[in-house]
DNA sequence: TTTGATGCAAAACGTTTGCACGGCA
DNA sequence: TGCCGTGCAAACGTTTTGCATCAAA
């Protein structure tokens, strides 16, 4: 999704992070770390392992976990919670900030960016004495494949079919 | 929080809700739901549970989490994310809906009102072709505690002193 | 060589569920 | 009486953690 010329600076930019942190530079971290810029989407910790199935030798879930907190600390993931159980992660790229439409049935989601929030969020934190680091606004609702076929793509439930 | 009158009537609105279901009108839906109209703030289903210790008899885990659930379904709670592993639940009375500042530090949870905001969404939601049912707008930053005076309430990671 | 990273399995966490019993209608 | 609701404990899905081993610096 993203230019490999951007994969690459954000890669020596977690790099930096690490070395700045004193921290190691695995195999590992660069494997989870590219391929999550690879990806460009919101995924989850456990589909991100699933992409990274590919590579010989799989990367374990819990060192998936602590590698993914180490990018959220390095500022280049955010953290989303739409509400399910999972936690959703996405690769934001430098001052592009968007917001979510989040589909009530199928899970589904779009980005939207309205600079008109931005500013009336500095409004607020001003107002309340709050010095604002973070936002997230999602809209909740049916998609328009819902709307107008009356069906979503496959359901999470559907897709279960055992069990 | 709410006055008694007000916790009477969605007490009732509650008792029409389940009738209308055909469910049975128990002394713990009672008991809980009137607990949460009086709380009028924000809550977990542990300190739900909590508050509730007061009445003979607590009323368990199990049956609070489908309580609570009953009330989402009846349209007098809503259910928040605020990016931490626990749910929140508030009672909202009709037509008052806000959206929240969440401090980073202590969890502190203040409310607000902005009705440009509303308009926003509507005209996004129709960009989209989005049938919106509902919406979280959540600011994240430093409270004015920890701004003005370097620290908050006591933190949750303070307040477990053992293990 | 030293220290931090990894993988495994077990624990932790909030939440949900199966089941036997008890209470509402 | 019949059926639904409750409480318990066990199951659940996701995430975190302790520990022995392994690899980067």
């Known amino acids: 999704m ?3 010329a951007d994969i690459h600076r954000e890669l020596t930019n977690f790099s930096n992070f ?3 942190r004193n921290l190691k530079i695995t195999n590992q971290r660069l494997l989870v770390a590219e391929k999550v810029f690879e990806l460009g989407t919101h ?3 456990d589909s991100l392992a699933e992409a990274l199935k590919d590579r010989k030798g799989e990367i374990s879930r819990a060192t998936i976990y602590r590698i993914v907190s180490l990018m959220v600390e390095s500022g280049q993931l955010t953290e989303h919670n739409f509400g399910q159980s999972v ?3 996405e690769y934001i790229p430098p001052r592009e900030h968007h917001d979510h439409l989040v589909c009530v049935d199928c899970g589904r989601i779009e980005e939207f960016v309205v600079p008109e929030i931005e500013k009336i969020q500095l409004e607020i934190a001003t107002k309340y004495n709050f010095d604002l680091e973070d936002h997230s606004l999602n809209l909740y609702g049916k998609c328009k494949f819902l ?3 009356g069906h979503c793509e496959r359901r999470k439930e559907e897709a ?3 069990k």
Chains 1, 2 share one sequence.
């Open 2 to 4: 993203a230019a490999t």
């Open 18 to 20: 690490l070395k700045r």
């Open 43 to 45: 995924f989850t910790v």
């Open 87 to 89: 936690k959703y992660y």
């Open 147 to 149: 709307k107008e076929e």
């Open 160 to 162: 279960d079919t055992i």
